[in-house]
């Protein structure tokens, strides 16, 4: 009787576990879908190799290596001839994104430069077609500002600025002598300022990093339009591959701003960029 | 000539006479209907009768009818009967079917009912009868006549059985049927759809309806949307004109009817209770093409005359759910939208071809839903892929929208070898089984023959995307950067490190204010007398006298001024002692304070050193003397 039950038990857990097995099977993992990727690339098959890098992406799977040989996959679709619309955008857009979610700067410079080879290819077709070339737009001044220096560089700034302050705060009230209480007030006057300063951007930089949602053009033809979504008559198009910030949507469009323009574009024809990962 | 008829045929003749009495209006070959009353309260029964007269065989199949569920109807209760009239010698026989039902008001409203005869093989109708059910006690009150009984006249009118438990001619007439009568519904003349039965009419003479057969679907999707048209039918019908198409703006519309008028057969459903006719005039398949909550908007004509005159319709509005397929089992490759369940075959021809030739490619994707309306080919260096063509043969069949598409491509071979073109995959969700399936269909391998020319492929020079860096073999799983940020301490640490001055400095402050608040404390009467007692009490383990003095006369200055509130500095010593007895001070006592003062005084200013004993004892003298003070307060 026991051994029957044995048995019994048995065969359900053999049954759950080859179950298990098949839908493991049915639904790759990450790993298995990267190596896929990568061999369909390696092998010539861009197409494959793009269903592959977005099956990750749809899995959520946010990862620079794996961004960055996306767009070398839509990179190589376009390069032998199968190129589908938005190609090079949406090969722009993996670069973009590999830059934006590496702190390797070895990875990061050679996100650069696909990204220039990328651009310089959109920049020709333009300038064939009589549009304008300009693909990237000066930021605002405050963004600038705020991207003088990484997020983590204003934090120490303004770290070593508190410690500055309160140092001479401290020398101007308790030393009698004549000489360091100059020193403590000069030391005050610059590094209070300054506290004041790169406290504000590194707000800035965190709130940017957190709350701003970027994304790339990732269609030849983003029209610009108002927010009824009527055409702007006199405005150029979107150039395929721009970097733009997405500053809201509304069914099934999206506002965006690129450099000083403000404007409307279908929501399809702006990816937007993956975040790096935060603790 | 002269007929003899034997005794018994004329009692039977008399006797027949005597059944087909109550069918004696009935012209023959009629077939004629009546109810024993036009108008009842709800709850009531009512009796309606059928008379059929045929000169051939007896009626068969009696049938009772309505447009109308407001009442339910007894089994028919039959009654054959044959009758043979003798005119000028010509004998006549015919045959009488009598059939009453007895109905049972269930609802407030109209009824019209036709009855229903085979006679000879053919159905004939009897004239319409019309019942109104009104409210409870409102109806008129019957007359108790019983027109139709045959033996009213056999036993003058008087029912033998009358009020008896078994009441064989109340049967027969039906007129005071069993209270546990047992009913059935009514079974109307045409079969009703419970798919198309509503609540109430949404307006008179006509109106839409619209359903969907989900309201929750997948993006790809079919949602079969379809538009009724409901008609009364006891009213003409109305012409039917400015049409206003339903819009499905976010969903890929198909037709699965002929839109045109008479396309569909007229199906019946109860409204309310009453049937109307329902006609299907439009039926859609929709495949949504985004997510969220997607709205078919309503449909809007005009009806042209019938008793509402004309008036606008319009259907309901319909909002389905879209959301995508799972994440989990998604096949790479596939597309949004692409959902159904297909199959996929491909035809290479030829499979040899010269450097820079072409070969055909059929691809013929068949199957049910949203079939792709393009593919994408596998692109491979040296394979040119032109644009298909592409043919349809798609259409709804059995309200499943499906059929095969076909993609013919021309394909270049611009490269030498043994090309293996690979496959074409078509990833799809079948939503019936909620599952993902890819539509495979190899192409195989395609021998391209050199022709001395270099490589088309080999012609870097035109090659867009040169310089491209190295693809990356694996994932990059770089850690989570923890910033500055976004640690609590930094911003602590920011904030406190000028906030330390702050804190320092004012609590040096804070302690220097809490100081003199305790000097301030330790000035008060009370306590400058504890002083003053401790100072002379130091004072008098020393060996000075004058300063023992001068300490006793302190305390004692205090303690006037505390016990007694009155300042000894400010009088002489004679007035000091009246006004301390003025303020309670018990004479002896203020007699004593000021000889103490006196003694003070004198000994603070003799011209040697004084006697410290003597003093020691002035301080205890002058200690007990506060003592008594301090009864006195």
């Known amino acids: 009787m026991i051994s029957r039950r044995f048995a019994i038990a048995g065969f359900v857990l053999l049954a759950t576990l080859s179950s298990a097995r098949a839908f493991a099977q049915d639904d790759p993992s990450p790993d298995a879908l990267a190596h896929d990727a990568v061999e369909a690339l ?154 004041l300063a790169s406290g504000v951007c590194a707000v800035a930089a965190r709130n940017a990093r957190l709350h701003r949602v970027e994304g790339v053009v990732i269609t030849a033809s983003a029209r610009p339009s108002d927010a009824r979504g009527i055409a702007i ?47 | 000539m002269r007929v003899t008829i034997p005794s018994f045929l004329r009692l039977f003749v008399a006797f027949a006479f005597l059944l087909v009495a109550r069918a004696s209006y009935a012209a023959p070959g009629d077939v004629r209907a009546a109810a024993d009353a036009t108008k009842v309260g709800m709850g009531e029964r009512v009796q309606i009768h059928l008379t059929a007269k045929s000169s051939g065989n007896i009626p068969t199949e009696p049938q009772l009818s309505s447009n109308s569920l407001i009442f339910e109807a007894s089994a028919p209760n039959a009654m054959p009967s044959q009758s043979i009239s003798i005119v000028n010698g010509q004998m006549t026989a015919s045959t009488v079917l009598s059939v009453d039902w007895t109905l049972l008001a269930k609802q407030l409203g109209t009824a019209t009912f036709t009855l229903r005869v085979k006679i000879n093989g053919t159905l004939v109708k009897s004239n319409p009868v019309t019942i109104t059910v009104v409210p409870a006690g409102k109806a008129p009150p019957r007359q108790p006549t019983r027109p ?162 004309n008036a606008a319709r319009t259907s309901d509005t319909v909002v389905v759910k879209v959301d995508e397929p799972p994440i989990t089992g998604r096949p790479p490759g596939y597309v949004s939208g ?89 990833p799809y969700f079948d939503p019936a089984a909620k599952t993902y399936g890819v539509a495979r269909a190899p192409l195989g391998v395609v021998n391209v023959k050199g022709n001395g020319k270099p490589d088309v492929a080999d012609a870097h020079d035109e090659q867009p995307l040169q310089g491209l860096p190295a693809l990356k073999d694996t994932l990059a799983r770089e850690a989570p950067h923890k910033h500055l940020a976004d640690r609590p301490g930094f911003w602590a640490l920011l904030v406190l490190c000028p906030f330390s001055f702050v804190i320092v400095a004012g609590g040096r402050s804070a302690s220097r204010r809490l100081r003199d608040g305790l000097a301030f404390r330790r000035a008060s009467p009370e306590s400058l007398l504890s002083k003053r007692i401790a100072d002379a009490k130091n004072a008098g383990k020393l060996s000075d006298a004058r300063v023992l003095d001068a300490a006793i006369a302190k305390m004692i200055e205090q303690a006037t001024i505390v016990r007694a509130g009155v300042n000894v500095r400010a009088l002489t010593i004679d007035e000091a002692e009246d006004h301390l007895a003025v303020r309670g001070v018990k004479r002896e006592t203020a007699v004593e304070i000021a000889d103490l003062l006196r003694a003070c005084d004198e000994a603070r200013f003799l011209p040697d050193e004084g006697n410290i004993e003597i ?4 301080l205890a003298s002058a200690l007990a003397t506060i003592d008594d003070l301090r009864k006195v307060s």
């Open chain 2, 148 to 309: 139709t009984d045959p033996f009213g006249g056999m036993f003058g009118g008087q029912n033998p059985f009358a009020g008896q438990p078994f009441d064989p001619f109340s049967m027969l007439n039906g007129q005071a049927l069993p209270n546990d009568l047992q009913t059935m519904p009514l079974q109307p003349a045409v079969p009703l759809d419970p798919k198309l039965a509503l609540n109430a009419p949404r307006g008179a003479v006509a109106f839409l309806h619209a359903i969907s057969d989900k309201v929750n679907a997948v993006v790809g999707e079919q949602v079969t949307y379809s538009v009724y048209l409901y008609v009364d039918p006891d009213q003409r019908e109305p012409d039917f004109n400015d049409v206003h198409e339903s819009s499905a703006s976010d969903f890929l519309k198909q037709n699965l009817i002929d839109d045109s008028k008479d396309s569909q057969p007229v199906q019946y459903a109860s409204v309310g209770g009453k049937i109307w006719g329902a006609k299907l005039i439009r039926k859609w398949a929709l495949f949504p093409l985004k997510t969220g909550l997607l709205e078919i908007g309503s449909m809007r004509l005009a009806v042209v005359g019938g008793r509402g005159g």
């Open chain 1, 233 to 279: 008559p006199s405005a150029d198009l979107l150039p395929e591959g721009a970097r733009v910030r997405i500053v809201g949507a509304n069914a099934g469009w999206s506002e965006v701003r690129w450099g000083a323009l403000d404007t409307w574009v279908p929501a399809s024809a702006v990816r937007p960029l993956e975040k790096p990962p935060s603790d």
């Open chain 2, 338 to 426: 692409s959902v159904g369940l297909f199959t996929a075959v491909a035809n290479v021809t030829p499979r040899d071809v010269e450097r820079g030739g072409g070969i055909s490619v059929d691809l013929s994707i068949s199957g049910t839903g949203n079939i792709p309306t393009n593919v994408t080919p596998p692109p491979q260096e040296g394979v040119d892929w032109l644009v298909p063509e592409v043919r349809d043969a798609v259409s709804g069949q059995s309200g499943v929208f499906g059929g095969s598409r076909n993609f013919s491509f021309i394909v270049h071979m611009n490269k030498a070898g043994a090309i293996d073109l690979g496959e074409i995959a078509i």
């Open chain 2, 615 to 618: 003093s020691r004892e002035r």
């Open chain 1, 42 to 195: 390696r092998a010539g098959h861009p197409a494959d190799a793009i269903a592959s890098f977005e099956a990750l992406a749809d899995r959520g799977v946010v990862d620079a290596n794996m961004s960055f040989d996306r767009g070398l996959a839509y990179a190589q679709r376009v390069r032998v001839g199968g190129e589908q619309p938005g190609d090079l955008g949406l090969a722009a857009h993996g670069f973009e994104e590999a830059r934006t979610l590496t702190s390797d700067s070895a990875l990061k410079d050679e996100s650069s430069n696909a990204l220039g080879i990328i651009r310089a290819e959109v920049g020709r077709r333009r300038a064939r077609a009589g549009s304008p070339i300009d693909l990237e737009q000066t930021p605002l001044l405050r963004d600038a500002v705020v991207a003088l220096v990484p997020e983590d560089s204003w934090c120490e700034i303004a770290l070593l600025a508190s410690l500055i302050s309160a140092a001479a705060l401290f020398l101007r009230w308790l030393t009698q002598s004549r000489r360091a209480q100059v020193g403590a007030g000069v030391a005050l006057a610059i590094s209070a300022p300054l506290l």
